[in-house]
């Protein structure tokens, strides 16, 4: 199967933007089509993003993004993982949410991000409240089924990535180790941080043997990044941080290639210690 991510600028006043919904279906259009992808991965705030982020981005289960999103992914045949605000019942807070849409359009599951960033001055905790660990939601592991064979998905977003927990809580759940990461981002920009970004992405891969597909937010004040990472940490396809927004990386999955890293480097077998949430 191949998979995509797209690197987006969802910023409020990004130069041309013709409004985020225009800009992801552009984005999923292109990369089913000209790229022939089977599932697309988005980064995180594709449904809009600021700095700092406010709860008047946030718009009720997504608003019209999510419904447009999966009618194409249906007449496409693609599956789509998508970020989103959703405000919460409170008044002026709201979650970080990553939707994956399956390529019949039906929704295959939701993942409220458990990390906050709060780190390097800013605060999201301010107006985002953070998913619960021990719930049904998180991890987040589904079976994305397209024309071109099924594999198993699991999803953390942005700021996840710097706890290797969360990826291997996904790791341990029901049915087994996901075949693909997918991580949505709107990776702040700062001294050394693009460069973190890219070792984390592929630390996750190797100490999980599990490709990593990164949809990362360009822009100012964002460091892009995004990139398809295989399970032995190499880079298979990335996107240049300054490139016109939406700019595609696809790569393809090769699950015989998976199952003989698995098998070379057995760590998953090998593990001593479990994962579980903090009270």
Same mark, same amino acid.
Request: with cysteine; charged share 20%.
């Given at each position: 199967?191949?998979?995509?991510?797209?690197?987006?600028?969802?910023?409020?006043?990004?130069?041309?933007?013709?409004?985020?919904?225009?800009?992801? !279906?552009?984005?999923?259009?292109?990369?089913? *089509?000209?790229?022939?992808?089977?599932?697309?991965?988005?980064?995180?705030?594709?449904?809009?993003?600021?700095?700092?982020?406010?709860?008047?981005?946030?718009?009720?289960? *997504?608003?019209?993004?999510?419904?447009?999103? =999966?009618?194409?992914?249906?007449?496409?045949?693609?599956?789509?993982?998508?970020?989103?605000?959703?405000?919460?019942?409170?008044?002026?807070?709201?979650?970080?949410?990553?939707?994956?849409?399956?390529?019949?359009?039906?929704?295959? *599951?939701?993942?409220?991000?458990?990390?906050?960033?709060?780190?390097?001055?800013?605060?999201?905790?301010?107006?985002?409240?953070?998913?619960?660990?021990?719930?049904?939601?998180?991890?987040?592991?589904?079976?994305?089924?397209?024309?071109?064979?099924?594999?198993?998905?699991?999803?953390?977003?942005?700021?996840? !990535?710097?706890?290797?927990?969360?990826?291997?809580? !996904?790791?341990?759940?029901?049915?087994?180790?996901?075949?693909?990461?997918?991580?949505?981002?709107?990776?702040?920009?700062?001294?050394?941080?693009?460069?973190?970004?890219?070792?984390?992405?592929?630390?996750?891969?190797?100490?999980?043997?599990?490709?990593?597909?990164?949809?990362?937010?360009?822009?100012?004040?964002?460091?892009?990044?995004?990139?398809?990472?295989?399970? =032995?940490?190499?880079?298979?396809?990335?996107?240049?941080?300054?490139?016109?927004?939406?700019?595609?990386?696809?790569?393809?999955?090769?699950?015989?290639?998976?199952?003989?890293?698995?098998?070379?480097?057995?760590?998953?077998?090998?593990?001593?210690?479990?994962?579980?949430?903090?009270?």
């Amino acid at each position: 199967m191949r998979v995509a991510v797209a690197q987006l600028d969802t910023a409020r006043d990004a130069p041309g933007l013709r409004g985020a919904t225009d800009l992801v !279906l552009d984005a999923v259009e292109r990369a089913a *089509g000209a790229h022939a992808a089977d599932v697309v991965v988005l980064p995180e705030y594709a449904s809009g993003w600021a700095e700092p982020v406010d709860a008047d981005l946030a718009l009720p289960d *997504g608003g019209d993004l999510l419904p447009a999103v =999966r009618d194409l992914a249906a007449r496409l045949g693609v599956a789509v993982v998508l970020g989103l605000l959703i405000p919460t019942a409170e008044p002026g807070r709201a979650h970080n949410v990553t939707v994956v849409v399956g390529a019949d359009g039906d929704e295959l *599951g939701r993942y409220t991000k458990v990390h906050l960033y709060d780190a390097y001055g800013a605060r999201e905790s301010d107006v985002l409240d953070a998913g619960d660990p021990a719930t049904a939601g998180a991890p987040l592991v589904v079976t994305v089924a397209t024309a071109a064979g099924s594999l198993r998905l699991g999803v953390v977003t942005c700021y996840d !990535l710097r706890f290797p927990e969360s990826v291997r809580a !996904l790791v341990d759940a029901d049915g087994g180790p996901p075949d693909v990461v997918a991580v949505g981002a709107a990776w702040a920009a700062g001294e050394g941080k693009a460069d973190q970004l890219r070792v984390l992405a592929r630390a996750r891969a190797i100490e999980s043997t599990a490709y990593v597909a990164l949809a990362s937010q360009s822009g100012a004040g964002r460091v892009g990044g995004s990139a398809v990472v295989d399970p =032995r940490g190499i880079v298979l396809s990335q996107v240049s941080d300054d490139a016109p927004t939406p700019a595609i990386a696809v790569a393809d999955v090769d699950l015989e290639q998976l199952a003989a890293v698995r098998s070379a480097s057995p760590v998953l077998a090998h593990r001593r210690y479990g994962v579980h949430p903090l009270s």
